[in-house]
């Protein structure tokens, strides 16, 4: 049987996406922590030999406003609600450069995680798009994928995966990515409780079912098969949401952790894919104690792959294999 395959992919957004949920008053302290996490993070993954998915906002390739503001797409999405879009008077409220303003700028960031060529830097979309929101277009997503891809060209990234922004997954816009380039995207997990849903249609029942999914099996291990490569782009779903660190539920996380390494475990006697996934500004506070449960799973991730049991893949990678197995690489641009 085939090693089972362990993902990690990373949303990485700073600001831009949670300026529609939070404040920089009572959530600025997260993104800042980003600078101090990062770095803990790509060190980890060295240690262990573990590769990840950073799938980056476009806007957070720029290091000043002036060249951000040049950059943005002549169409931009008509959300019914207006709030949702950052075009709709937030880039009034940005600084000058990173060096002002760490929670609006990447690129120095970006520069770090580029150090380490193994890791893929994918696409978030350029401004945050939410796919499944009423009054936005297919045009308008298209014109944002393409200010996506501008971005990433100003340091020589060919991005070619895509994860849809608060997991907005919509099928209509699949053809799109596919002219665009991209190969691989992230899917929800199977789960009802992980259905691809608007804003307007979430629930509390969902939200709070999801959170005690952290540490009780409600949606099973959800490891997935390896994808086959027939359809494009490829699906590479994700399995587990790496919920932070909360004091409220300290005592609880053993059983976080006990959750994921047995769907890792289940993942390896299966030949199946294990993807994890989180924000980097979920580690913004509480670092050491969000560090100390990445550490403990990488650590496992190791011991198996260290008995040939589990690799480590980007998503680019899980769909490379999967295109080239599958001999459908003539059907889409590849970058």
């Known amino acids: 049987m085939a090693a089972g395959a362990f993902v990690i992919s990373l949303d990485f957004e700073l600001f831009w996406g949670m300026r529609d949920k939070r404040t920089l008053a009572d959530y600025g302290g997260h993104i800042r922590g980003v600078r101090a996490a990062l770095p803990r993070m790509l060190e980890a993954f060295e240690r262990h030999g573990v ?8 806007l957070l390739y720029h290091a000043e406003r002036e060249a951000l503001l040049k950059s943005l797409p002549t169409i931009t999405p008509t959300y019914r609600n207006a709030g949702l879009s950052p075009y709709n008077g937030h880039f009034d409220t940005i600084g000058t450069n990173e060096q002002q303003d760490l929670h609006h700028f990447g690129a120095g960031l970006i520069r770090l995680i580029l150090e380490h060529p193994q890791h893929e830097l994918a696409c978030h979309t350029f401004s945050h798009y939410y796919c499944l929101e009423e009054g936005q277009t297919a045009e308008q997503f298209k014109a944002d994928l393409r200010a996506a891809e501008r971005a990433a060209g100003l340091f020589g990234v060919k991005r070619r995966s895509l994860v849809f922004p608060r997991n907005q997954f919509n099928a209509a816009y699949l053809n799109i990515c596919r002219e665009e380039g991209i190969i691989a995207y992230r899917g929800n997990e199977t789960s009802w ?26 949606s099973g291990a959800n490891v997935h098969p390896m994808p086959d490569g027939h359809e494009l782009p490829v699906n590479v779903p994700a399995s587990r949401f790496l919920r932070p660190f909360d004091p409220r539920t300290a005592l609880l996380e053993p059983l976080k952790l006990r959750r994921i390494t047995r769907a890792m475990d289940h993942a390896t006697a299966t030949g199946s894919l294990f993807h994890l996934w989180w924000h980097p500004h979920n580690f913004g506070v509480h670092l050491d104690e969000n560090m ?26 899980v769909a490379a294999e999967a295109i080239a197995q599958g001999g459908h690489a003539d059907r889409i641009r590849m970058p």
Do not use: C
């Open 193 to 218: 409780l992980y259905t691809a849903r608007n804003a307007a249609q979430e629930s509390l029942f969902r939200r709070a079912m999801r959170l005690l999914d952290t540490w009780l099996p409600l």
């Open 51 to 58: 590769k990840a998915t950073f799938a980056t906002v476009g």
């Open 292 to 317: 100390r449960l990445l550490e403990q799973i990488l650590a496992h991730f190791a011991h198996l792959r260290n008995r040939d049991e589990m690799r480590s893949m980007t998503m680019g990678e």
